[in-house]
């Protein structure tokens, strides 16, 4: 379920051109719901609606089709260790998931992300996880867990970062996240001498999440793409 912008809503550096339905950059409040019931004109989801649509925007509804996503599935006491010299790798990239998570999983040098949850995953979970150690810390790489594209109503909990760019990041629509009682330390960027912040919000346009309990050096919203 979208709508179209409101007046305070913002796109810089191209966001546009690949967030929002249809690439186009005008709806990005995305809430990715699972519909529970269809019955004559009336569709029932779960959970509710974060808030009221406003008809002034044009609010739309979009079924995606999830019949071949994966539902409830999980990793859990594995290491993944990554040889030296690649450029992009993850432990763990979901797509499309429901209901799926890594637990008790350690990360060693993975050259992009720990783990990755895209493209409407919804209800996905990250927990006692040990991330650390990645050789690539610039402009999207070094991720401890990313969050992406209508991604929704996921935990990360009780996990803990360390020598990477960022611990945690969310971009484009995602929605109703919880980050609780994780550890980082050592962020860094490859071309700054001093710690970034370790928990980010970094493309457009995140709302409504929960960070409780974490600790850290800074808790990063930056507008580089977006309101």
Known sequence: IDQLNSAYMRTYNNSGTWCGRGG???????????????????????????????????????????????????????KFTFVSGLSTGWAGKFRAAVWCWAKNCEVVSSPRMGFRFEYRCFGGEVRRCYIHGSPNVGGDQGYGVMLYWGTDYCLIEDNIFEDLHLATNTEAMCSSNVFAYNYAESNHYYNQPWMLGNYSHHAPHPYMHLHEGNYGNEWDQDFYFGS
């Open 24 to 78: 186009a950059g005008e709806r990005l409040l995305l809430q990715n719901r699972i519909v529970t019931g269809v019955t004559s004109n009336t569709i029932t989801i779960s959970p509710g609606l974060d808030f009221a649509l406003d008809s002034a925007q044009t609010p739309q509804y979009y079924y995606a089709d999830m019949s071949s996503a994966v539902y409830n599935a999980g990793i859990e006491y594995i």
